[in-house]
């Protein structure tokens, strides 16, 4: 008789355990593949693009994306295009040093960019992009991933999603050489080579305070 009601107990509480764990929410997934892939090679018309302080636009070239399970995350743009970047006042005069003008008005030749899937519709959703499955823009494609990936958002080989209103942009300039730029609650912008950066460390955008 003790041994039936020692059975039904824990039967009891067992029970009411998997009731609550199944009333618990899933944990959201945090981290993603994110990958290259032929058949996200697009070519692309008049790609225009506002930030914070970051504005570019490319009369024409080829797109890769890399996608996630939950959207768009990674924009590679392989074509010439313009690129122009403003900044505070507060940091006017070291932005001069580091580049030598401000604002900043230059060439590029190719932008790796990561953003949240939820930026990429806002600001690329309705683009007309047009399937250009080039091998050659693919595997220039994929060298740009494989080379920045690590410097944005991820966990090892997996996709961090950026926060909403967080963008890395990676710009490859004739003039300029590489140019890191990152708008989201933090503001970043450097100069590679030679090395200069125009934000001290966790400068706060004041566009998004």
Same mark, same amino acid.
């Given at each position: 008789?003790?041994?039936?009601?020692?059975?039904?107990? /824990?039967?009891? @509480?067992?029970?009411?355990?998997?009731?609550?764990? =199944?009333? #618990?929410?899933? $944990? *959201? !997934?945090?981290?993603?593949?994110?990958?290259?892939?032929?058949?996200?090679?697009?070519?692309?018309?008049?790609?225009?693009?506002?930030?914070?302080?970051?504005?570019?636009?490319?009369?024409?070239?080829?797109?890769?994306?890399?996608?996630?399970?939950?959207?768009?995350?990674? /924009?590679?743009? @392989?074509?010439?295009?313009?690129?122009?970047?403003? =900044?505070? #006042?507060?940091? $006017? *005069? !070291?932005?001069?040093?580091?580049?030598?003008?401000?604002?900043?008005?230059?060439?590029?030749?190719?932008?790796?960019?990561?953003?949240?899937?939820?930026?990429?519709?806002?600001?690329?959703?309705?683009?007309?992009?047009?399937?250009?499955?080039?091998?050659?823009?693919?595997?220039?494609?994929?060298?740009?991933?494989?080379?920045?990936?690590?410097?944005?958002?991820?966990?090892?080989?997996?996709?961090?999603?950026?926060?909403?209103?967080?963008?890395?942009?990676?710009?490859?300039?004739?003039?300029?050489?590489?140019?890191?730029?990152?708008?989201?609650?933090?503001?970043?912008?450097?100069?590679?080579?030679?090395?200069?950066?125009?934000?001290?460390?966790?400068?706060?955008?004041?566009?998004?305070?």
């Amino acid at each position: 008789m003790l041994r039936c009601g020692a059975t039904s107990l /824990v039967l009891a @509480l067992l029970l009411r355990a998997s009731g609550a764990a =199944a009333q #618990e929410p899933a $944990q *959201e !997934k945090k981290f993603f593949e994110a990958k290259i892939t032929k058949d996200e090679i697009y070519g692309y018309k008049d790609l225009k693009f506002t930030g914070d302080f970051t504005s570019f636009q490319s009369p024409a070239g080829n797109l890769a994306l890399g996608r996630a399970e939950v959207g768009v995350t990674v /924009v590679i743009v @392989l074509g010439d295009g313009t690129l122009s970047v403003e =900044a505070p #006042e507060a940091v $006017q *005069e !070291k932005f001069k040093a580091v580049f030598g003008m401000y604002p900043l008005k230059t060439k590029f030749t190719s932008l790796y960019m990561r953003l949240h899937p939820k930026e990429y519709e806002e600001f690329f959703g309705a683009l007309a992009l047009v399937k250009a499955p080039d091998e050659a823009a693919l595997k220039k494609a994929q060298e740009l991933y494989d080379q920045k990936f690590l410097g944005s958002f991820h966990a090892g080989p997996l996709a961090i999603l950026p926060p909403p209103k967080t963008r890395v942009m990676d710009f490859e300039t004739p003039d300029f050489g590489q140019a890191y730029d990152e708008e989201g609650y933090w503001r970043v912008l450097r100069r590679l080579s030679p090395y200069g950066s125009v934000y001290p460390s966790r400068f706060v955008n004041p566009n998004q305070r």
